[in-house]
């Protein structure tokens, strides 16, 4: 455990850094971001005082997130709880892992890659749940989901 005493734009993690700090807020204000292939800043949360931001991606030790101060900060860097081997908190981590893994797609990426990516995550229930209901966790009309599979398959064909 440290403190850090960070001035506005400082990067405590960019994307590719290891994913095993947690930064608690004693001071000033962080937020958590994602840079698209176009470019594109996409904010995932922020972390006033007495918030912690961490990055928990499902890639071992590899961080999806940029984490900035937009201000003047002070923070306590800790490591992950999941290196003290706690199931519990293995499990916890895991399931905010792939929530962050999902907005961050809902926010960048193209319905054709929301789709394979469901597909990739969720193989053992595409035939078990209703087309409405994977338009829906995709953030899609179900019209649009249709559209979305016949262009997957073209592109599968070339």
Do not use: C
């Amino acid at each position: 455990m440290k403190k850090l005493e960070l001035v506005k734009g400082d990067v405590l993690q960019r994307k590719g850094d290891s994913n095993s700090k947690v930064f608690l807020v004693e001071q000033g204000l962080l937020y958590a971001y994602t840079i698209d292939e176009k470019g594109k800043e996409h904010i995932f949360m922020f972390a006033p005082k007495g918030w912690i931001v961490a990055d928990i991606s499902l890639a071992p030790n590899t961080s999806e997130l940029y984490i900035e101060a937009i201000e003047d900060s002070v923070v306590i860097e800790k490591k992950r709880s999941s290196e003290l081997n706690n199931t519990s908190n293995i499990k916890l981590e895991r399931r905010i892992a792939v929530l962050q893994n999902r907005v961050i797609m809902l926010m960048s990426a193209s319905a054709i890659e929301r789709y394979s990516h469901f597909i990739k995550t969720y193989p053992e229930i595409v035939q078990r749940v209703p087309q409405r209901m994977i338009a829906s966790y995709l953030g899609i009309t179900p019209e649009a989901l249709s559209k979305v599979k016949s262009a997957k398959m073209k592109n599968n064909k070339k």
